[in-house]
Nanobody
Framework: QVQLVESGGGLVQAGGSLRLSCAASGRSFSTYAMGWFRQAPGKEREFVAAISWGGGNTYYADSSKGRFTISRDNAKNTVYLQMNSLKAEDTAVYYC????????WGQGTQVTVSS
């Protein structure tokens, strides 16, 4: 089992940047694929980005490509989401996800982009 705690959210102007972090506790972090999802008010949770357990493969939603970068540091049990050129439509609660046999979720961190 793994516990996830997100941080780094906040209020930023359109065009700005934020870096989200997700710290994992528990065993075998490096064996989990990790991902970021987000949920805006009144909308379903949607995929943002994912990274393989070793970090060699990354995947992005079309809305994230070219602006967001996911990375991980297995020595620090942490996954990151660097978000650049933020838009108002990026406003959402961002959730960290760990996946192996089961899915594990963090509590989320709010990102608000003002236009």
């Amino acid at each position: 089992q793994v516990q996830l705690v997100e941080s780094g959210g906040g209020l930023v102007q359109a065009g700005g940047s934020l870096r989200l972090s997700c710290a994992a506790s528990g065993r075998s972090f490096s064996t989990y694929a990790m991902g970021w999802f987000r949920q805006a008010p009144g909308k379903e949770r949607e995929f943002v980005a994912a990274i393989s357990w070793g970090g060699g493969n990354t995947y992005y939603a079309d809305s994230s490509k070219g602006r967001f970068t996911i990375s991980r540091d297995n020595a620090k049990n942490t996954v990151y989401l660097q978000m650049n050129s933020l838009k108002a439509e990026d406003t959402a609660v961002y959730y960290c996800n760990a996946k192996r046999v089961y899915d594990y979720w963090g509590q989320g961190t709010q990102v608000t982009v003002s236009s």
